[in-house]
Structures are given as C-alpha cells and as structure tokens.
C-alpha cells in the first residue's frame, strides 16, 4: 500500500507475494520431507479430528509464538530490567509471521484476498472509530 493515500502498487503486492510463495514453497518442502519426525507434515497427513483442526493448532502455535515474543520484552516489573535483543525479538515477529501466513492460506487467503480483506476491516475500523465505537 502507498502510504501517502492507501492505494495499493505493484511493487508492495508483490512483497506480500513473495512471502506468500516462501510459504507455499516450505510447507511444499515440510510435506516433500521424509524425515523421521516432521508434525508440520503430519498435521496435513491426518484426517481432521474436527471441522477447523487446522487453523486451531496453528493458532495455538500463533499464540505461543506472541509469548515468546513478549518473553523477550522486560514485562516483569518486578525484575531488574535488561537490555532487550532486538534480533531476538525480530526472529520472534518473523516466527509469527510464518504461523500467520500458513494460517491464512489455510483459512482461504492468499496475498490478494489478505489486501482486500484488510482494506474492508480498515474501513470499518475507521468508522467505528468515527461513531466513537
């Protein structure tokens, strides 16, 4: 999206693309994988226990990866603070990002539909915000 007006440009598309192929090319290489133990494969190898299996234990690992990420911040004020690890933290956000990707093309997103979908809750988010939601 350009920042200065909200439209979307190719260039920036293409970004949110690129990490949408990355995905799609390792989850591709996780189910290729012959490797003794790999749960994400066996995640897509078994029948769904429930309708929505899938997008729940990725979720769960979404929510474990924020923990981990808030792990790395001096949130315990009762501590003596330390210096955070910026690439620690960064890693973590990068971690969440693979999660949320992966859930999203789960969940029917690819990188278009996320942008369109994004823009419609952004309106509605703007609106509320203007009702004083």
Do not use: C
Not at 96 to 115: C, N, P, R, T, Y
């Amino acid at each position: 999206m350009n920042e200065k007006n909200g439209s979307g440009s190719k260039q920036e598309g293409d970004k949110l693309d690129i990490l949408f192929d990355k995905q799609n090319e390792l989850f591709k290489k996780q189910l290729e994988n012959s490797a003794a133990v790999n749960k994400m494969k066996n995640l897509y190898e078994i029948k769904e226990p429930f309708d929505g299996y899938r997008i729940f234990m990725l979720s769960t690992a979404l929510l474990h990866e924020a923990v981990e990420l808030q792990r790395e911040t001096n949130w315990k004020w009762w501590k003596k603070e330390t210096k955070m690890d910026i690439d620690k933290v960064q890693g973590e956000i990068i971690d969440i990002w693979h999660f949320m990707i992966q859930v999203s093309i789960e969940a029917g997103l690819d990188s278009k539909k996320l942008v369109e979908k994004y823009m419609e809750k952004n309106r509605e988010n703007l609106a509320r915000q203007e009702r004083v939601y």
